[in-house]
């Protein structure tokens, strides 16, 4: 969910993040999103996902995090077994959780609008 709140990606972008997509560096990590998406078309593509290390608090920094993820393939799975990768809705579940516990509208922000309230909440 870090990811989400840092990049306001769509959910179906956060469902393609994969390790192997992934470059991990000391202070930073760019994912490459090699697959059209809803606001894509053939010439006109997303750009690479980067985000940089956070350094106030290791707890809070996507680089961290990160390189925990690289002996995996896809980045979210479920936490349950079998440890699946997850579908887009259940990470739009996780995203209206955690849009909740931060104290933000639900009624008004759901899971694939993520982007929105975590530039409202700002």
């Not at 390790?19 to 990590?29: A, T």
């Not at 990768?85 to 579940?93: E, G």
Request: proline share 4%; net charge positive.
């Amino acid at each position: 969910m870090l990811l989400a709140l840092l990049s306001g990606q769509r959910c179906q972008t956060l469902h393609l993040l994969s390790v192997s997509n992934m470059v991990l560096k000391d202070d930073s990590c760019v994912f490459i999103i090699n697959k059209l998406l809803k606001t894509s078309w053939p010439g006109k593509h997303v750009s690479d996902l980067t985000f940089t290390a956070y350094s106030p608090d290791n707890r809070l920094c996507p680089i961290v995090c990160l390189s925990e993820y690289e002996k995996e393939d896809q980045l979210l799975v479920s936490f349950q077994k079998p440890h699946k990768p997850v579908s887009t809705d259940t990470i739009s579940r996780w995203l209206k959780t955690v849009l909740e516990k931060s104290g933000i509208d639900t009624s008004v922000f759901k899971g694939h609008s993520t982007r929105a309230a975590s530039a409202s909440a700002a």
